[in-house]
């Protein structure tokens, strides 16, 4: 198949909610050496954007939604290990990154974690549904450079901010560069609250952090 039916083939497969055909295609993908980050930006997470839409239409009901995270899920997983990782090693900077409390919505942020880390950061995900203590305790552990935070609902938006604030109150907020990103955040947002960075979208976010690391150089 070629790379470009393996899309909308990956895209069909989240929109239609088949874990058995993500992990079809994600073995395609493996066994033919393609590398994954096309197949993962341009298939399945535009596929997980299509579900966004039809939910929000309410074309598509909760449980629809779920199976198509779980496919999304499961591609991600098989692929992750298999993105080359050549310039793993540069460790371009440290990022501490999760989705702040009350909030569970993960999948952008794990497709951001994980093309950080393709892309020379070291990455410390700490998950979903992370209280602020939990981010200030692991930004302080790994002497993070980075601390970027996800956010989907407007309802758990002021997270980032409360994150804002509880990075000054530990005296570290001078050291790290704070970014923030999900569904429901704005660059508005991010200014509003003093953050250092925002960004729509996984590639963005990957140039941005480059971003911060060349600006912190000497
Ligand atoms: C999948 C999904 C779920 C799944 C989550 C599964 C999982 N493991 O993540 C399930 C079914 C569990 C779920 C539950 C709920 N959901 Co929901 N969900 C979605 C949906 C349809 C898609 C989100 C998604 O995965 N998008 C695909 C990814 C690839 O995109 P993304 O997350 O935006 O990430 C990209 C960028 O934003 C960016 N990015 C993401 N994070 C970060 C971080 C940084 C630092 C940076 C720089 C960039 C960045 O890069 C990513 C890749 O390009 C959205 C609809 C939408 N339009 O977003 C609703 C949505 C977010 N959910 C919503 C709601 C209300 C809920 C529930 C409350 C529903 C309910 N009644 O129970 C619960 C919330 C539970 C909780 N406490 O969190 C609302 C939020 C409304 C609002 N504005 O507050 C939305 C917008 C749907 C809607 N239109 O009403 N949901």
Redesign the pocket.
């Known amino acids: 198949m070629s790379t470009e039916n393996l899309i909308s083939e990956a895209i069909r497969s989240i929109v239609d909610g088949d874990e058995d055909a993500a992990t079809k295609i994600a073995n395609t993908v493996i066994a033919e050496g393609i590398n994954p980050i096309g197949v993962i ?1 341009d298939g399945f ?1 535009q596929g ?2 299509k ?3 039809l ?2 239409r309410e074309e ?1 009901s ?1 449980p629809e ?2 199976l ?2 779980d496919a ?2 499961k591609a991600i997983d098989l692929l992750a290990p298999h993105i080359p990782g050549e310039e793993l090693e540069k460790k371009l900077g440290t990022v501490v ?1 999760g ?1 702040v409390l ?8 794990r ?2 974690a994980t093309m950080l880390e393709v892309y020379g950061f070291e990455v410390h995900d700490l998950g ?2 992370v209280p602020i203590e939990r981010f200030i305790e692991k930004t302080k552990e790994v002497n993070a450079d980075i601390v ?9 938006m002021v997270g980032q901010k409360e994150l804002e604030e509880a990075l000054q109150e530990a005296g570290i907020r001078e050291k790290v560069k704070l ?7 704005t660059q508005d947002w991010a200014d509003q609250i003093g953050a250092d ?9 990957v140039e ?1 952090a480059r971003e911060f690391m060349s600006l912190s150089l000497p």
């Not at 009350?102 to 942020?109: C, R, T």
């Not at 970014?179 to 955040?185: R, T």
Request: aromatic content about 6%; overall charge negative; hydrophobic content about 50%.
């Open positions: 930006n997470a997980m954007i579900v966004g839409d939910f929000a598509y909760l939604v779920l198509s995270a999304m899920q990154i989705t009350g909030d569970i919505h993960d999948i952008g942020k497709i951001v979903r549904d970027a935070a996800s956010a989907l609902m407007t309802t758990t970014m923030v990103g999900g569904a429901a955040v960075g925002y960004a729509e979208e996984v590639t963005e976010a941005k």
